[in-house]
């Protein structure tokens, strides 16, 4: 006879003075069965947990406790081969998925979150008080826990009541299923403190409302634009400098995620400005944290592009600032590109290894650095100066096109199928943020989504044609080819662009171009001869002939498929002439036209 441990029977013998009901229903053929008795109780439990029973399990802790014992009773009793793997894979999936499967981020506006602030506290000032004045405010009510009482449901606007239905939702769902059920509440556009003192109080506000325990909310705030970027230091510092969000952090072992974002950045100022910014805003957060004694880490928001973030990830984190990784690595993939990445087991495994690789590598430099024995991840000399330059002057001929350039929004309108795109529903969020057909408004998924289309990657490229021009000029060729050799992110920002100009085909933008009106047309012509700048430079400092030639598969991979996506282009615009001629009144050929765009897009292997 197989013996059982005690524990199994012991557990079991509790469980049935417990559970009698339960009890009561296993079959006299199983009472000779301890595994199988004790299982019945577990999933009399795992029902009263999602019931919300009085049997429930307080966490998955305790589930992973009774299943525990089984496996050890098993190892302990020749039961190696008697279901053994059945069980710790199921301990596996428990300790990974708990009760909640995924963790769910949460991504709210600032700007919401301002106004429905000014709603609780009855202030139609508040919007427009200073960043200081709402800080201080914010501050001193959650210190003293002075709030007014929230409007009454029926007297709450419907942008409140949505706001804290969903605070409500996360503190049930942290409640019944564990704190892994949610993860991150991510601000976009958080332009200071006081976005992220915000959230944390209206997070109290439905605790104090309701039955649910008091949970720490892991606040980040989502860096988007350069000039964020650059404010960012300023506005954690600002934020420690407040006792009771100190107090707050202490609850999430003094760590503060910051969320930086590669896509709104990018289409702000340019791949080089926004590379810039998010370089320094990284190594500066970084010391702001470590003089706070706050351990501050990163969380990526790139896309699937280059414009987005998406270019060569191994080299983005080896030329990422000292400090800024210390083995930790957090960062979005865009669906389009997670089945590619993800979606074959030696694929999936061969990415998550380069990966990890490069973050382990990053981290050890960065100890290496702190104890004096390497110098890898700093910028070599006259390397800020460089990009300081490189940035500044690319920001400017990128802005000077797209926002000062008063004909550039009707161009891009009429260059890009941006009008198709508008109409498909494809997307988690609108277009546009805002009303109005400004490129301000646009979001940087279809603004680069668009670009693509055509096979001109303007956002991957436009102003660092100019700018590398002006970097040789003042550092010589020489200078510039050294600190690209010696600089990992000078490196992954210059190969960057050069993958994106072999993506591009200038040929297929003049068919686009026959869309735009004639008096507008020299705006591509600006764009033809800046892709020519900037691909010269490019060729000039990695002394090829060709754009590639050193990574021959991709070189190869783009040369092949080009034959056959070539054609959906000559497709797409005679599509656009007739659908625009029409008054984009005939839905044949806009659903001929989406065709093409998802096309396109599939032979590409990107759209935003």
């Known amino acids: 006879e197989i013996p059982v441990n005690e524990a199994v029977q012991h557990r079991q013998a509790e469980y049935a003075a417990q559970m009698p009901e339960v009890a009561a229903k296993i079959v006299d053929r199983y009472q000779d069965m301890p595994y199988r008795c004790l299982l019945r109780f577990v999933v009399a439990r795992l029902q009263d947990t999602l019931d919300e029973g009085e049997m429930a399990y307080a966490s998955v ?25 059945a069980v710790q894979r199921l301990l596996l999936r428990a300790r990974t998925f708990g009760f909640h499967m995924a963790t769910l981020d949460v991504r709210q506006d600032a700007a919401l979150h301002r106004q429905v602030m000014a709603e609780w506290l009855a202030d139609p000032e508040w919007i427009h008080r200073s960043i200081a004045d709402r800080t201080r405010l914010l501050a001193q009510r959650l210190d003293q826990d002075d709030w007014p009482a929230l409007p009454a449901g029926d007297q709450r606007s419907a942008d409140m009541q949505r706001t804290l239905e969903v605070f409500r939702v ?35 506000a439905v605790r104090q409302n309701s039955d649910t325990a008091t949970v720490a909310l892991d606040i980040a705030p989502l860096l988007e634009t350069v000039d964020d970027l650059q404010a960012g230091p300023q506005i954690l510092a600002a934020l420690l400098a407040e006792q009771v969000y100190r107090r707050h952090l202490e609850r999430l072992q003094s760590r503060q995620v910051i969320m930086v974002g590669y896509s709104d950045s990018n289409k702000d100022s340019g791949i080089a400005a926004s590379r810039w910014a998010l370089q320094q805003a990284q190594s500066q957060l970084v010391d702001v944290g470590e003089q706070q004694g706050i351990a501050v880490v990163f969380f990526h928001g790139r896309g699937g592009t280059v414009s987005r973030g998406g270019g060569n990830l191994v080299n983005g984190i080896l030329g990422a600032p000292a400090g800024s990784v210390n083995g930790y690595m957090r960062l979005t993939e865009q669906g389009e590109v997670i089945n590619r990445k993800y979606g074959v087991r030696p694929i999936a495994l061969r990415n998550l ?47 000077e096109l797209v926002y000062q350039q008063a004909a550039f929004t009707d161009f891009f309108r009429a260059f890009t199928p941006i009008d198709v795109i508008e109409r498909l529903t494809i997307g988690s969020r609108p277009p546009s943020r805002r009303s109005g057909a400004g490129i301000a408004n646009l979001r940087a998924i279809p603004w680069v989504f668009s670009w693509a289309q055509t096979r001109v990657g303007l956002p991957g490229v436009y102003g660092m044609g100019t700018a590398l021009q002006q970097a040789m000029t003042e550092f010589g060729k020489e200078g510039l080819r050294s600190c690209l050799q010696q600089w990992p992110f000078l490196r992954a920002l210059i190969e960057d662009v050069e993958m994106v100009l072999a993506k591009s085909e200038l040929r297929i933008g ?74 984009r009144q005939d839905e044949r050929l806009l659903k001929a036209l989406m065709a093409t765009v998802n096309g396109i897009s599939l032979g590409i292997q990107n759209t935003g």
């Open 510 to 583: 003049q068919r686009y171009a026959t869309l735009v009106a004639p008096g507008q047309r020299f705006l591509f012509e600006q764009i033809e001869e800046e892709f020519q700048r900037a691909q010269a430079a490019v060729l000039e400092l990695k002394q090829m002939n060709n754009l590639l030639d050193d990574q021959p598969t991709l070189q190869r991979n783009i040369r092949l498929r080009n034959p056959y996506v070539d054609p959906l282009h000559m497709l797409q615009v005679d599509l656009l002439h007739r659908w625009r001629a029409n008054e």
């Open 353 to 399: 290894e380069l990966l990890t690789g490069a973050t382990l590598k990053h981290s050890m430099d960065s100890e290496l650095l702190a104890a004096g024995k390497s110098k890898a991840l700093l910028p070599p000399k006259g390397g800020v100066e460089l990009m300081q330059i490189l940035s500044q002057t690319a920001r400017n001929h990128y802005k």
């Open 61 to 85: 802790a305790e589930f992973v406790a009774d299943i525990s014992l089984i496996e050890q009773s098993l190892i302990d009793n020749k039961g190696r081969h008697a279901g053994l793997f």
């Open 170 to 204: 996360l503190a049930e769902a942290r409640q019944q299923f564990g704190e892994a059920a949610t993860g991150l509440f991510i601000i976009s556009m958080t332009q200071g403190a006081d976005d992220v003192l915000t959230t944390l109080a209206l997070a109290e």
